[in-house]
Antibody, heavy 120, light 112 residues
Framework: VQLVESGGGLVQPGMSLRLSCAAS????????MHWVRQVPDKGLEWLTV????????YYRDSVKGRFTISRDNSKNMLFLEMSSLRTDDTATYYC??????????????WGLGTLVTVSS | DVVLTQSPLSLPVTLGQPASISCRSS???????????LNWFQQRPGQSPRRIIY???RRDSGVPDRFSGSGSGTDFTLQISRVEAEDVGVYYC?????????FGQGTKVEIK
């Protein structure tokens, strides 16, 4: 299993950013996929999950309405569209492989992460 | 949200000695299907987290058998029977029984 995130960088508060995750080594369209973030030198926070077919999406309250998860099964890609970014969204964002044919909050593989810095 | 409280937050250990990390939940983690979705993750310095234990006590593939998980309801424990140098890092418990999933604060394991 390989998960490679990209799209992070420095962005001003209130702006938008789109993260991508390229997946390989498993049957991508069979698995729920997640985004999890880690504030620098702090703990981990689960953000959102998308079902294997993209039909179901769930978010934690703090990002609901600002973040949108999506996937392209034809290209084995996962995305996270982030808008109205705040300074407290500064973190390393990881994509993670979830459970087969389910949106349960459990993940057995993580990517290397991409750093998002929100600052003026 | 369910709060997971880990202790200790810092754990200096002598090589070859055992280590134990506690994870206490603010609610029972027994899900309606009877399963308990409590996982443990290891994050070595400079690396991404890696799941080592799922469903309380099942070891992931490739995880040495010196790692074991136990517990039920609201109290869970990760044990390392004999700490090795490669075990240095931060360990997190995580629950998936209640929405949204939540993590403990992390326990930093270091060698004395």
């Amino acid at each position: 299993v390989q998960l490679v995130e990209s799209g992070g960088g420095l962005v001003q508060p209130g702006m938008s950013l789109r993260l991508s995750c390229a997946a390989s080594g498993f049957t991508f369209n069979n698995y729920g996929m997640h985004w999890v973030r880690q504030v620098p030198d702090k703990g981990l926070e689960w953000l959102t999950v998308i079902s294997f077919d993209g039909q179901k999406k769930y978010y934690r309250d703090s990002v609901k309405g600002r973040f949108t998860i999506s996937r392209d099964n034809s290209k084995n890609m996962l995305f996270l569209e982030m808008s109205s970014l705040r300074t407290d969204d500064t973190a390393t964002y990881y994509c993670a492989k979830g459970v087969k044919l389910a949106t349960s909050i459990n993940f057995d593989s993580w990517g290397l992460g991409t750093l998002v810095t929100v600052s003026s | 949200d369910v709060v997971l409280t880990q202790s200790p937050l810092s754990l200096p250990v002598t090589l070859g000695q055992p280590a134990s990390i506690s994870c206490r939940s603010s609610q029972s983690l027994v899900y309606s299907d009877g399963n308990t979705y409590l996982n443990w993750f290891q994050q070595r310095p400079g690396q991404s987290p890696r799941r080592i234990i799922y469903y309380v006590s099942r070891r992931d593939s490739g995880v040495p058998d010196r790692f074991s998980g136990s517990g039920s309801g609201t109290d869970f424990t990760l044990q390392i029977s004999r700490v090795e140098a490669e075990d240095v890092g931060v360990y997190y418990c995580m629950q998936g029984s209640h929405w949204p999933g939540t993590f403990g604060q992390g326990t930093k394991v270091e060698i004395k």
